[in-house]
T-cell receptor
């Protein structure tokens, strides 16, 4: 079956530090990959996506590259801000399936 | 465009009571999902509707839970009778099934506390 594995949190960083949140997946076929962000008291919202191998999704300074050879979709940001504190979810949607598979989420805490 | 609208935002009730959560998906979206989020279990899919028809309800925990989608603009999730272990944040999400790359759009959730 399909699965998504994210690094355990919380990840705690100082403002302007470099961020990496690891995500690896198992899926049949060629899935689409997503990162969602959940701010406190809100629902998940799409941060970025990539639909085929070597695609790079980017938004708000965040980037992730679809690596088929390593089945990974790691989230990166060069300089985090306090306002980036949230929970980040990696997800996939495999072809032929209507139901996405989510990781457990990684909490990010950024200190001033 | 208005996003996915859920009501109520917060619900506190005593065990044994009936609880009804409501969701209005984004206009034009033909898929709807109900999720439950807890610290222990993370985000769990409860049920998925496509064109108002329940397609996958394998995540519904037990017979106390039921969900309906009488039309394209409204869905309910009902718990009867409620129990303290049902306390969680319940999310509704919708999507337009034009192709496999479309993301889900989530509401802000209903925070449910059963005393």
């Amino acid at each position: 079956g399909n699965s998504v594995t994210q690094m355990e949190g919380p990840v705690t960083l100082s403002e302007e530090a470099f961020l990496t949140i690891n995500c690896t997946y198992t899926a049949t076929g060629y899935p689409s990959l997503f990162w969602y962000v959940q701010y406190p008291g809100e629902g998940l919202q799409l941060l970025l996506k990539a639909t085929k191998a070597d695609d790079k999704g980017s938004n708000k300074g965040f980037e992730a590259t679809y690596r088929k050879e390593t089945t990974s979709f790691h989230l990166e940001k060069g300089s985090v801000q306090v306002s980036d504190s949230a929970v980040y979810f990696c997800a996939l949607k495999a072809g032929g399936s209507y139901i996405p598979t989510f990781g457990r989420g990684t909490s990010l805490i950024v200190h001033p | 465009d208005a996003g996915v609208i859920q009501s109520p935002r917060h619900e506190v009730t005593e065990m044994g009571q009936e609880v009804t959560l409501r969701c209005k998906p984004i206009s034009g979206h033909n898929s709807l999902f109900w999720y439950r989020q807890t610290m222990m279990r993370g985000l769990e899919l409860l049920i998925y509707f496509n064109n108002n028809v329940p397609i996958d309800d394998s995540g519904m925990p037990e017979d106390r839970f039921s969900a309906k989608m009488p039309n394209a603009s409204f869905s309910t999730l009902k718990i009867q009778p409620s129990e303290p272990r049902d306390s969680a944040v319940y999310f509704c999400a919708s999507r337009k099934e034009t192709d496999s790359n479309q993301p889900q759009h989530f509401g802000d959730g209903t925070r449910l506390s059963i005393l």
